[in-house]
């Protein structure tokens, strides 16, 4: 089985890449990235000299590209990562979003139709659902919740979701898309809240918090993300949306507040910081299908997992160091 993955020296790319070279040793793995900002080869390190791994920097965007390396490759399986992906950045500049996001998939269910596969799998998020409201626990998102997205990311991406359910439809293309919740844990960039604010307090930098930071979201593990992407893409049934999220919903600030716990470090590191614009209020997943048909269930607990990702950045020093100074 030779798989492609995009956007795979990202962050849920690369441990999904980890992920199926310690689960299928007779596959091949072709990971595809741009290396933005966000992607960072050092973390690909350990996988560099495995005789079924190949490494491609490549922009998905890239039409010419893409198809070249459909013909060396002939993948059977597409697992697509890659894209922006961070809100804040999304507000200050759309267009990228729209491009990556939407034409880069494009590109690549154009080179699935070309070529030829056994399934495409669209990486999405719980964000294409817009937000629930704080005094709601009992309303979760399903697969039929109506699409609502309210930034420009969560847009794009909503976007890519329907341009591959077009392709199911019209081309008859093997497809599956998974909406996940927010994941945390080893090789995130620190701009998103977790590792923003582990790297922070460790420096002993202030720990900004938007708004009153009650926002609320559902907390998953990438191990257990990657382990769901495993079971659709071999067992999920063509044409097929599945939610993904990790039963753990928390307030920002709790989540901030743990973190200094837990490094033993001040709350008066925290400091309150203007709202985002558009910013939703709550997240929160029902993965029941997942569950009823493929079995699937979160494995890590939160109060484990965010120990693991704390220990993670305290043991990998020069990995945080130098993607944050673009080394």
Not at 149 to 159: C, D, L
Not at 208 to 215: E, K, S
Not at 227 to 246: C, F, P, S, T, W
Not at 279 to 288: F, G, K, S
């Amino acid at each position: 089985m030779n798989i492609l993955v995009t956007g795979g020296a990202g962050f849920i790319g690369s441990n999904f890449i980890f992920h199926l070279l310690r689960t299928y040793p007779s596959y091949r793995i072709i990971c595809v990235d741009k290396l933005t900002y966000a992607g960072n080869l050092s973390t690909l390190t350990s996988v560099m000299t495995n005789p079924n791994f190949r490494f491609v920097k490549a922009d998905i965007c890239d039409r010419k590209a893409i198809n070249q390396l459909f013909e060396e490759e002939k993948p059977d399986m597409i697992v697509n990562f890659a894209a922006e992906s961070h809100v804040d950045r999304s507000i200050n500049n759309p267009g990228i979003f729209l491009e990556t996001n939407i034409l880069g998939t494009d590109v690549l269910m154009d080179a699935c139709l070309k070529y030829g596969i056994k399934r495409y799998h669209q990486v999405s998020t719980d964000e294409v659902y817009g937000d629930l409201p704080l005094d709601r626990p009992d309303l979760l998102f399903t697969e039929t919740t109506p699409l609502h997205p309210s930034s420009s990311y969560s847009s794009s991406k909503a976007a890519a979701d329907l341009l591959v359910l077009s392709y199911f439809r019209t081309y008859g293309l093997p497809v599956t898309i998974s909406r996940c919740s927010n994941n945390y844990g080893p090789y995130q960039y620190p701009e998103k809240l977790i590792p923003l604010m582990i790297v922070n307090a460790l420096n002993n930098q202030q720990l900004p918090v938007y708004g009153n930071g009650q926002n609320v979201r559902d907390w998953l593990y990438v191990e257990d993300h990657c382990r769901a992407i495993d079971l659709v893409i071999h067992k999920g049934r063509e044409g097929e949306v599945y939610n993904i999220g990790g039963h753990n919903e928390m307030a920002n600030i709790n989540i901030v507040k743990l973190i200094c716990k837990e490094l033993g470090k001040s709350e008066d590191l925290i400091t309150y910081v203007a709202d985002r614009k558009g910013h939703d209020l709550r997240y929160a997943i029902d993965p029941t299908k997942i569950y009823t048909e493929l079995g699937w269930l979160p494995e890590t607990k939160f109060a484990n997992g965010i120990k693991k990702t704390i220990q993670w950045y305290l043991d990998n020093h020069q990995w945080r160091e130098d993607i944050i100074s673009g080394v």
